[in-house]
């Protein structure tokens, strides 16, 4: 029998660098690491986060899987595909009332096999308490856990190993941050060189540098100073969308020929554009960005961005 481990095979993530009049001004050298590729379905970053979590459960010996996420989450629609893909059950804690027809994520994630239950925002925030977590045992039976986002000290492992797929040097890692689990990955990775940077794509998100630190304190190392994290392009919230942003992200993809999402990458690119607009990178600089993925969660804003497309 093929082992887990043989079954987890990833696709090829190129490095495609961007060329442009405005980044050879600035003597810059951008990359998109397109770690998008990486599956079909267990998109971006959420293969990274998932690879070890999914090897302790079968390690364990656990069948069932399960997460929590909102109603357009690429987590749950990741951890919902890797159940079916792999072979285990799998139960999506959905924050917010059921609303049917099921949108795409989740009815994908149903299709999938993935047994859906919504919560109320209050119940929500009980999601990391230890009663709550026994009450969901004695309701499903025994399961192997994945926070929000899949966020865990596995999961930061796993997106260390990013940084070993860039087989160029560089002077700086970029990634859009929700949890900021694949930030810590990238801190890990990098062990002290160059500079990693995390974009907040929540407003009020400075909770973020704390959870950060938390998750590299898990590897005894909390000293790294050479990341931070930005503040300034969430664009008023979580999958909260201007007309500034969506012309970025149209001319962006025209210009570039990479197709972005705007609630993750498309956040981050406008910030790096900015910073380098704004002279904050040192000139001749090498920086990476990571195409984390989450191309299906377009689906739920397609209305709310038709609203702002001016240009074709
Ligand atoms: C989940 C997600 C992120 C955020 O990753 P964190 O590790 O939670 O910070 C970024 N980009 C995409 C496309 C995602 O789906």
């Known amino acids: 029998m093929e082992n887990l481990e043989s079954k987890l095979k990833a696709l090829p993530t190129p490095l495609v660098k961007l060329e442009s009049s405005f980044l050879k001004n600035h003597k810059i050298s951008l990359y998109v690491k397109r770690i998008d ?34 109603t357009y989450s690429n987590h749950i629609y990741a951890t919902a595909a ?23 994520t989740l009815k994908f994630a149903e299709d999938c096999g993935m047994d859906l239950h919504y919560i109320n925002r209050t119940q929500y925030r009980n999601k990391a308490k230890v009663v709550y977590i026994t009450e969901l045992k004695n309701t499903f039976g025994d399961f192997y856990l994945l926070p929000e986002g899949g966020t865990n000290s596995l999961s930061v492992k796993g997106c260390s190993e990013i940084i070993g797929k860039i087989d160029i040097d560089f002077d700086y890692i970029c990634t859009p941050c929700g949890t900021g689990g694949t930030l810590a990955g990238l801190i890990f990775g990098l062990n002290s060189r160059c500079k990693a940077i995390g974009f907040s794509v929540l407003k009020g998100g400075e909770f973020l540098i ?4 938390n998750l590299l304190y898990n590897y005894k190392i909390n000293q790294y100073n050479n990341w931070e994290i930005k503040f300034d392009y969430h664009f008023g919230g979580y999958a909260k969308i201007t007309k500034e942003l969506i012309d970025f992200v149209k001319v962006f993809e025209k210009n570039y020929g990479i197709s972005i999402e705007p609630i993750y990458t498309g956040k981050m690119l406008f910030g790096i554009f900015d910073m380098v607009k704004n002279n904050y990178f ?31």
């Open 37 to 70: 590729l990486i599956h079909p379905h267990i998109s971006g970053n959420k293969w990274f986060k998932l690879y070890y979590n999914l090897l302790e459960a079968k390690n364990l010996g656990k069948n069932t899987l399960l997460t929590f996420g909102g």
């Open 82 to 104: 890797a159940g079916n893909e792999y072979g285990f059950n799998t139960i999506g804690i959905i924050r917010g009332e059921e609303y049917l027809p099921l949108n795409p």
């Open 210 to 213: 704390n959870d950060v630190k």
């Open 282 to 312: 040192q000139k001749k600089s090498t920086i990476i960005a990571l195409h984390t993925g989450g191309m299906q969660g377009l689906k739920g804003l397609q209305n709310k961005i038709d609203k702002y497309v001016t240009i074709s």
